[in-house]
Each structure stands twice: as C-alpha cells, then as structure tokens.
T-cell receptor
C-alpha cells in the first residue's frame, strides 16, 4: 500500500475485555513504532520494532499491554483486561530504520479506542 | 531526559495572518528537530525537519530554524490559510536514538 494503515479505525469495548489493534507498515520499512495519544496530550511511546531484533518495550505502561511483529510485516498491539484509562488514540508509525536520528516516520491514521 | 515544550493552544487566527508556534527543547548532544502536522481525522505527517544548528527546514510555506543557542525551533508561516487548521507537533530525536520525543501539540484554527 501507499501508506501505513491501521484497523479498526474505531473500537468501543467494555471494561475488562481484551482488544487487538492492527498496523500494516509501509512495505520495506524495517522499523515500526506504537504510540498512545490521550486527548489533549502528546504522543506517548509504547514499543519499537527494528527488523528481527528484540523489540524495545520500555514504553509499555503495564503488563496488560503487549505487541507482536513477524519479520518486517504486520504488527498487532494487544491490551488485555482493558481499563477506562486505556481510552486513547493508538498510532502506529513505520520508517526505513536509518540510524542517526534523521529517519522520517510515516504515521497511520490511528485507532480510537473507547473503553466504557 | 529529552523534552519538548510547545506553546499551549488553541491558536486562533484570521486567514492571511502571520503564524508563530513556539517550541523549545532540552536534549543531550545534538538532536534532529521536526515539526509534524495532524489534520482532523488523519495521522501525523512530517511537515519539516532540521538536523543541525542554523539549518532551516521549510515546506508548504512553513519554516523553522534550528537555534542551538536558544534551544528553539519555532514554526512560522507568513500567511495562513483555512486549510492550515490542524494540530502541530514539535519533536526531537537525539543523535543515534531511534525513539523521538514529542511535544503536546498546538491546535491551530484559521477563520475565513
């Protein structure tokens, strides 16, 4: 595809349920990021994947959050036993994985999660 | 740790007015600096970037200059349009780091 896609675009769930969010990065991009964007807040880093290296999970807020990525393809972010505080827009971004801090990230449109 | 501070919004302007959105940062070393724009219902898009001191990034009439002495990267546009209404995020990435730090975003509303 031409850009990063995410699904679903909106998800409403009940407190305590599990949810799974999907991200399709730009083909060929080795790096993939997940962020959380709460209303009126900046982007909060969650997790980073680079190729086949072990992911950087340092931003995950609790053990209810997990993410997987197979190779350089699709990634899924799973939130178990959702809480109302998990309500936010979850953004995915991919990049070519160039080192040195100048790499451009391309963002998906996000998944808006609402926990009732 | 690294941090980015942006002016709080919303910033409300009339069409053709001059725009400044302030951004200051703290970082170790010499970071790269970015401005992203998020239009309603869309993901973030890179607007412009600068990778070293005194560099000026520019795109779509927007520009920002990397000022090391004042640790700032203020976004400017000489004449805004209604279509510029969006949320603008300032961000940095420290050299060698793969995780950027974002500001809270500044909402811009442009009236006809």
């Amino acid at each position: 595809g031409a850009g990063v896609s995410q699904s679903p675009s909106n998800k409403v769930t009940e407190k305590g349920k599990d949810v799974e969010l999907r991200c399709d990065p730009i083909s060929g991009h080795t790096a993939l990021y997940w962020y959380r964007q709460r209303l009126g807040q900046g982007l909060e880093f969650l997790i980073y994947f680079q190729g086949n290296s072990a992911p950087d999970k340092s931003g995950l807020p609790s053990d209810r959050f997990s993410a997987e990525r197979t190779g350089e393809s699709v990634s899924t972010l799973t939130i178990q036993r959702t809480q109302q505080e998990d309500s936010a827009v979850y953004l995915c971004a991919s990049s070519g994985g160039v080192a040195g801090g100048t790499d451009t990230q391309y963002f998906g449109p996000g998944t808006r999660l609402t926990v009732l | 740790g690294d941090s980015v501070t942006q002016m709080e919004g919303p910033v409300t302007l009339s069409e053709e007015a001059f725009l400044t959105i302030n951004c200051t940062y703290t970082a170790t070393g010499y970071p790269s600096l970015f401005w992203y724009v998020q239009y309603p219902g869309e993901g973030l898009q890179l607007l412009l970037k600068a990778t070293k001191a005194d560099d000026k990034g520019s795109n779509k009439g927007f520009e920002a200059t990397y000022r090391k002495e004042t640790t700032s990267f203020h976004l400017e546009k000489g004449s805004v349009q209604v279509s510029d209404s969006a949320v603008y995020f300032c961000a940095l990435r420290s050299g060698g780091s793969y995780i950027p730090t974002f500001g809270r975003g500044t909402s811009l509303i442009v009236h006809p």
